[in-house]
């Protein structure tokens, strides 16, 4: 370390004190009372030329710079590999805990939903209300959720709106159009019929927006369509509305995912929030038509009718039937921020499994072996699907 001495920069002692304020000249009291020490001569030649200082700790006295104390050591040491690794095994256990539950949630929810869901289509033939109310109870929790604070509120504006309604739009037409077919054939037939939505999808994304897929993505259409189809050719209690009405579910949703994709591209909102908004906006949808198609007095006659063959067990079915769409929806859309698509395709692939295994049970719907045939060709045909698409 070097430092050059000049004579401007000294300080001057006075009788008041030290005076911080530098002087163009080193003046010094004459006080008698304070004791100058004498200050070496300095030639020309010294104050011109580097002062060489070997350890910063001999620059000034004792007393007017006293003497750093000592640091502690600081000890480095490597961290324990066993002890990351414990870690991070203990945060992927819990997140495939995290995802478990929400697939068994998510299943038995489903299940619940498509037991009441038949029992109140069975007594109140009425799928346009019952679909309508399945969106109006999912609404008002989330409402009252955002209301109680029990659930944040999502950030939203005019855009996420417009993009929104397309999606809106196909939901529900996808409801309804499932809610008409189950209300007409068995869950299990129609369960087996929407196990075929793979093939829509492909269909509409090669002939309407020119994507291409590898082979082994059409491959796994051919078990898809022929599972179908054999599942349809052999149901006992076959029902061409039903039927129809199951294939327009399948390509409303399949419109669903596209505009779902296209339109919510850089929205920042929850899975949860999603499908509560697009609720909201499937209950504005379809409430005019849902009247203009049933009607209030066709809707009491049948609500009458209902609660004299049933009891007032029926409103228990129909408030239950309301709240698990709602639920199991909710849990879907939230698996998806935890999930991968491929994943997610693969337990709907299983939903359906078990929604068919526990409808057959309940229900004591008569099955074929043939038909039995065809329905597992049909899933296994989308699990198929699930894998080659990645």
Partial sequence: MMCSLKQSQLFGCGSNGISHRRNPLVQF???????MPKLP?????????????????????SEIQPKRKSLPPCNAYEAD????????????????????????TWWFLNVIFNIYNKKVLNAFPFPWLTSTLSLAAGSLIMLISWATKVAEAPKTDLDFWKSLFPVALAHTIGHVAATVSMSKVAVSFTHI?????PAFSVLVSRFILGETFPMPVYLSLIPI???????????????????MGAMISNLAFVFRNIFSKKGMKGKSVSGMNYYACLSLLSLLILTPFA????GPQIWAVGWQNAITEI???FIWWVAAQSIFYHLYNQVSYMSLDEISPLTFSIGNTMKRISVIVSSIIIFRTPVQPVNALGAAIAVFGTFLYSQAKQ
């Fill in 29 to 35: 009291s004459a006080s008698p009372s304070i004791s």
């Fill in 41 to 61: 001569n300095f030639s020309v030649s010294s104050l011109s030329k580097p002062l060489h200082i070997s350890s910063i700790h001999t620059l000034g006295s």
């Fill in 81 to 104: 590999q066993s002890d990351v690794g414990g870690v991070v095994e203990k945060v992927e256990a819990a997140r495939k805990a995290k995802i478990g539950f929400y697939f068994a």
């Fill in 193 to 197: 019929i929407k196990s075929g939505e």
């Fill in 225 to 243: 369509i022929g599972g179908c189809g054999l599942a349809a050719l052999t149901e006992l209690n076959f029902n061409m509305t039903g039927f």
């Fill in 291 to 294: 009247i203009a198609v049933e």
């Fill in 311 to 313: 009891g007032p067990h």
